[in-house]
């Protein structure tokens, strides 16, 4: 093995860091199969680089239950950029899953990640799961990472961590959106803690922007935030856009994310980020089909500005 090839199977690779108190307070040894066992741990790692004018999958690790079929260079105005499928052949995510993606994006690469659907947090009943996701852009790099959403079942507990690195002269455009639940069965936030974090900075480790979201339903007990009026405002999904760019002025990439949405029927607010290094939206909604069109809108009007072409239409395999 090359000495600089992590251990990917060592629980120190796919255990998370800086768990909130919230979900580590849960951590216990299940009655089924416990953290680190078989089919527990799934991992994916990626490194693109060009090769002949085209962005090509030059490294790949994946370990079931997180697998990808070959890229895809669907795009005839920009043929040169991969469009990469996450997959997990589980179903979903259950109690004392483990998962780590790694995504190594070289200089001059165009990459788009997403996955093949929505990520369902499974029922839980002892311990918790977790997904740590390390994205890195390098110079001159164009990279979008738009999963589908997360949806967290009655009594879940989930922390995600992702931290992107983008150096000077690329781009990363990075979403994400949250359900209350299973909707169509009733269940609105009756998961037991729904904790993400992501961390956006420099190479040399200069913060660019940190965003936070802690939720915890009344079965959480007394003393916790919950999901108040200042969480979701009385409605079943939130989604954000984090657009960190230095090809065009911030103010510019902010007005465009807020043309885009005005009149599309979700609650929106929009601004730069700090250091001026690009800008960010989140948007509120009752409707997913809404709240879906409203974040493809923002991501396409931000794929066409910084790129000066269309944003593809994707269809999910």
Same mark, same amino acid.
């Given at each position: 093995m090359d000495r600089r090839t992590p251990d990917r199977l060592a629980p120190? @690779?796919?255990?998370?860091? /800086? %768990?909130?108190?919230? *979900?580590? $307070?849960?951590?216990?040894?299940?009655?089924? #199969?416990?953290? $680190?066992?078989? =089919?527990?741990?799934?991992?994916?790692?990626? $490194?693109? +680089? %060009? !090769?002949?004018g085209r962005t090509e999958l030059v490294e790949r690790y994946q370990k079931t239950p997180l697998q990808i079929m070959r890229p895809l260079w669907i795009d005839p105005a920009m043929p040169g950029m991969s469009y990469v499928y996450l997959m997990a052949t589980g179903g979903g995510i259950a109690q004392a899953d483990r998962y780590r993606m790694d995504f190594r994006c070289g200089p001059g690469t165009e990459v788009h990640l997403t996955t093949q659907a929505a990520t369902k947090i499974f029922r839980m009943e002892h311990d918790y799961a977790s997904q740590r996701v390390q994205l890195?852009?390098? +110079?001159?790099a164009y990279v979008e990472y738009l999963p589908d959403p997360l949806i967290?079942?009655?009594?879940?507990?989930?922390?995600?961590?992702? +931290?992107?690195?983008?150096a000077s002269g690329a781009t990363v455009v990075i979403?994400?959106?949250v359900t209350a639940g299973r909707l169509a069965r009733g269940e609105r936030h009756a998961y037991r803690v729904l904790a993400t974090d992501l961390r956006i900075a420099r190479p040399d480790g200069t913060l660019l922007a940190i965003?936070?979201? !802690?939720?915890?339903?009344?079965?959480?007990?007394?003393?916790?935030?919950?999901?108040?009026?200042?969480?979701?405002?009385g409605h079943d999904h939130v989604?954000? &856009?984090? %657009? %960190?760019?230095? !090809?065009?002025?911030? $103010? +510019?990439?902010?007005?465009? #994310?807020?043309?885009?949405?005005?009149? #599309?029927?979700?609650?929106?607010g929009v601004s730069v980020l700090p250091r001026d290094c690009g800008a960010w939206v989140r948007l509120l909604g009752d409707s997913p089909v809404r709240v879906a069109a409203a974040h493809d809108?923002? /991501?396409?009007? *931000?794929?066409? &500005? #910084?790129?000066? @072409?269309?944003?593809? =239409?994707? !269809?999910?395999?």
């Open positions: 120190a @690779h796919y255990s998370p860091v /800086r %768990v909130p108190p919230d *979900v580590a $307070g849960l951590a216990s040894v299940p009655d089924t #199969l416990a953290a $680190g066992s078989p =089919a527990k741990v799934g991992i994916l790692d990626l $490194g693109f +680089e %060009v !090769r002949a890195t852009a390098h +110079e001159d967290p079942f009655r009594d879940s507990r989930f922390y995600q961590r992702t +931290e992107v690195t983008v979403g994400d959106t965003d936070t979201l !802690r939720l915890t339903s009344g079965a959480a007990g007394p003393g916790h935030a919950g999901v108040g009026p200042g969480v979701f405002a989604a954000s &856009l984090f %657009v %960190v760019s230095d !090809r065009l002025p911030a $103010g +510019e990439i902010a007005d465009t #994310l807020h043309d885009a949405l005005a009149g #599309l029927g979700v609650l929106y809108a923002a /991501r396409s009007c *931000v794929h066409l &500005l #910084l790129t000066g @072409h269309p944003a593809p =239409a994707l !269809r999910k395999p």
